[in-house]
């Protein structure tokens, strides 16, 4: 008790649309507290289309839809080993 977790069991995946679309506003506001954490964003456009100056930085990762559940999963333990 009263140990602080350090690694998120579960990290964000947000809906991407447009560079402004509330996913990177949400991975934005989750980094006041933990500016460390990893962030996934899926959409049915290319990573290309969606983030025309790429990423939003290092922390954050691209699947685009629609994809099946064993390449979410080697997505999600990329970003974890990463």
């Known amino acids: 008790m009263g140990n602080r977790?350090?690694?998120p069991?579960?990290?964000?995946?947000c809906q991407e649309r447009s560079p402004a679309s509330r996913g990177v506003r949400t991975s934005a506001e989750l980094r006041i507290d933990r500016p460390d954490v990893k962030v996934i964003f899926t959409s049915g456009n290319s990573e290309e289309a969606?983030?025309?100056?790429?990423?939003?930085?290092e922390n954050a990762a691209f699947l685009?839809?629609?994809?099946?559940?064993?390449?979410l999963a080697r997505k999600v333990r990329d970003v974890l080993d990463s």
């Open 5 to 7: 977790v350090t690694e």
């Open 9 to 13: 069991l579960i990290e964000p995946i």
């Open 50 to 57: 969606v983030f025309e100056k790429g990423l939003p930085d």
């Open 64 to 71: 685009q839809k629609p994809f099946r559940l064993d390449d």
